[in-house]
């Protein structure tokens, strides 16, 4: 398995690539920090491009680092802007389209040539329970992932059938992104009550589901969105 996993030293894509790693894979990751992905790329012994996803140029440089065919291609970046709508602006507006929509869909587009020269490739994206689920504040990340959804469903039927591509919404996961949601013990109990399974998501949740999307047990698995959200979307909690 060789693995190109974007958002590499975040929570989800931290964990998703140790998971490939332990298990033989190699890992190219892409992200801000040069100082930790050269950290965590040698602790795992894969290859880094450092660089920032609204930055058009990185796709190409990330492109030109690769060393040889891709097999998984994972999307793991994101963001949270929580406001009312009276309060968002075009930039929120634009720069969360452009960190998660608009970088998944170059991120995919620089990377097709060797993921055709594997043969047979998966991607996955990262949509959000805010699309399934409504929650106040949240427009503009809604907006962005719910686009999210549909360019993996486009890209599913487009690349069929040597590649596949899915995508995972999870609801509020422990992970530097959302620390000011999370660091507060009080408030991330209180979000805990309004899932079923009644805690909060934790990296590797979505990183399991991550690593069996890319490998061969999910074969006959594409243009699919799959929550890990503890049953926020689907479920009411009690009272």
Sequence with gaps: MRALIYGGTGGIGGALA????????????????????????????????????RDAALFARVAADLDGPVDALVYAVGSITLKPLARLSETDFLDDFRINALGAA??????????????????????????????????????AKGAVEGLTRALAAELAPRIRVNAIAPSLTRTPLSAALTASEPLAASIAQLHALQRLGEPDDAAALAA???GPDAGWITGQVFGVDGGRARLRTKG
Aim: no cysteine.
């Design 18 to 53: 140790r998971r490939v790693a332990s298990a033989g894979g190699a890992v190219h990751l892409v992200g801000r920090d040069g100082d930790r992905l050269a950290a965590r790329a040698g602790e795992l012994g894969g290859r880094f491009t450092a660089g920032d996803v």
């Design 106 to 143: 170059e991120a995919v587009k620089a990377a097709l040539p060797a993921m055709k020269a594997a043969g047979h490739a998966a991607v996955v994206l990262f949509s959000s329970v805010a699309v399934a689920q409504g929650f106040t504040g949240h427009a503009s990340i809604a907006m």
């Design 212 to 214: 069996f999307l890319i």
